[in-house]
């Protein structure tokens, strides 16, 4: 049973910094194709950005610049650092992972993972 948890999540004022983190269990997280999204209320969920399966990132244009997705293979553990948070990144944010892989890969579409994790919430204040 593959299990990803995330965790970093908070309230934060704009302009400030979070972490988030997303473990594994049943699962080694190098090598796969992973992503971290987004979902605001009333708002579709969003993904903002992609590790494929060589470790090369994409990102959404509305974080571009400001987060960045890597991961520790001896942790086994993915993260989304963002800086220079804005009011409008307030949301639910989840982790997921294809069971395929993906390479050299833009944004995918939600369906594309298979696993999810139950989210963290991450509030801007203006």
């Known amino acids: 049973q593959v299990q990803l948890v995330e965790s970093g999540g908070g309230s934060v004022q704009a302009g400030g910094s979070l972490r988030l983190s997303c473990t594994a269990s049943s699962y080694t997280l190098s090598g796969r194709c992973m992503a971290w999204f987004r979902q605001a209320p009333g708002k579709e969920r969003e993904e903002v950005a992609l590790?494929?399966?060589?470790?090369?990132?994409s990102y959404a244009d509305s974080v571009k610049g400001r987060f960045t997705i890597s991961e520790d293979n001896a942790k086994n553990t993915l993260y989304l650092q963002m800086n220079s948070l804005k009011p409008e990144d307030t949301a639910i944010y989840y982790c997921a992972a294809r069971q395929g892989s993906c390479f050299m890969s833009a944004l995918l579409p939600h369906y594309q993972f298979h696993y999810w994790g139950q989210g963290t919430q991450v509030t801007v204040s203006s």
């Open positions: 590790k494929d399966s060589a470790g090369h990132a």
